[in-house]
């Protein structure tokens, strides 16, 4: 079984990815809708709004607005997080059995961030012009200046690219479908 970590920036395309891979029969692990999960488990809950002296419960838009205005706050978050969803991935790929699959996915936006990397035998980036990325954001119902601090909180597009073995390009040019089953037929 290979392993592939998919990650990019907000707005690049990666659940575009994600469902071409899960079309193709493959499980994909989701760490952002994961990570949704494992937030709200009471006693995660109750360790965040301790911290950021919120009420509870609290709604995703009032921890966002927090976190990514404040790199500290969202490193702690991050700190917090991460390990459950990658304890959670573990378990995840031993309980379903996937090791009958020729390939499993986890889509992560901070995949490098979170140090994830070494779980994986391949890291896929998916990116896209900021452009593009901030008009996909928008249309999602962030303003341009909460989608550009929510860029601007990410490791750059140069480094992830740099960091990851291959990278898709999700411009709206190239066709992405294309790029997958070819990278799926030379390495998988």
Same mark, same amino acid.
């Given at each position: 079984?290979?392993?592939?970590?998919?990650?990019?920036?907000?707005?690049?395309?990666?659940?575009?990815?994600?469902?071409?891979?899960?079309?193709?029969?493959?499980?994909?692990?989701?760490?952002?809708?994961?990570?949704?999960?494992?937030?709200?488990?009471?006693?995660?809950?109750?360790?965040?709004?301790?911290?950021?002296?919120?009420?509870?419960?609290?709604?995703?838009?009032?921890?966002?607005?927090?976190?990514?205005?404040?790199?500290?706050?969202?490193?702690?978050?991050?700190? #917090?997080?991460?390990?459950?969803? !990658?304890?959670?991935? $573990? +378990?995840?790929?031993? %309980?379903?059995? &996937?090791?009958?699959?020729?390939?499993?996915?986890?889509?992560?936006?901070?995949?490098?961030?979170?140090?994830?990397?070494?779980?994986?035998?391949?890291? #896929?980036?998916?990116?896209?012009? !900021?452009?593009?990325? $901030? +008009?996909?954001?928008? %249309?999602?119902? &962030?303003?341009?200046?909460?989608?550009?601090?929510?860029?601007?909180?990410?490791?750059?597009?140069?480094?992830?690219?740099?960091?990851?073995?291959?990278?898709?390009?999700?411009?709206?040019?190239?066709?992405?479908?294309? +790029?997958?089953?070819?990278?799926?037929?030379?390495?998988?």
């Amino acid at each position: 079984m290979r392993v592939i970590g998919l990650t990019g920036g907000i707005g690049c395309g990666k659940s575009t990815v994600a469902r071409i891979f899960t079309l193709m029969g493959y499980p994909v692990y989701s760490a952002d809708i994961e990570a949704h999960r494992l937030r709200s488990q009471p006693h995660i809950t109750t360790q965040i709004a301790h911290h950021f002296n919120l009420q509870t419960p609290f709604d995703n838009k009032t921890l966002a607005n927090l976190v990514f205005g404040d790199a500290d706050a969202l490193q702690w978050l991050n700190q #917090l997080i991460h390990p459950l969803v !990658t304890s959670d991935f $573990l +378990q995840w790929t031993a %309980q379903k059995r &996937l090791e009958s699959h020729k390939v499993v996915v986890m889509e992560s936006a901070i995949l490098f961030e979170a140090g994830l990397e070494t779980l994986f035998h391949t890291t #896929l980036c998916v990116t896209a012009p !900021t452009e593009l990325c $901030l +008009q996909r954001l928008i %249309q999602r119902g &962030l303003s341009r200046q909460e989608s550009l601090q929510r860029i601007a909180c990410q490791m750059s597009m140069a480094e992830k690219e740099q960091r990851s073995d291959f990278v898709i390009h999700n411009d709206e040019v190239q066709s992405v479908l294309k +790029q997958v089953y070819e990278l799926y037929i030379v390495n998988c």
